[in-house]
């Protein structure tokens, strides 16, 4: 299956951004940062790393459903995936 590269330009865009979030965090950490302020922005890079699975998982999902093309889609396989970002 070949995901929607519209919607995949805006996940990879959003984890450039958690990316440069995520090398912040490193940087507090590396300069002994506030621990209120680590904690925040930790937070803020595992949200949006989320988000980017959900939003992969859900583009995938409208696609396997309305894709008849490679037959029904494997809900088993849609579910453990988006279990497993829970």
Known sequence: MELDKDEMK???NRLKRAQGQLAAVVRMVDEGGDCADLVMQLSAVSKALDRAGFAI???GMKQCLTDDENGPADVQKLEKLFL???
């Open 10 to 12: 805006k996940v990879s």
């Open 57 to 59: 998982i859900a583009s």
């Open 84 to 86: 497993s970002l829970t």
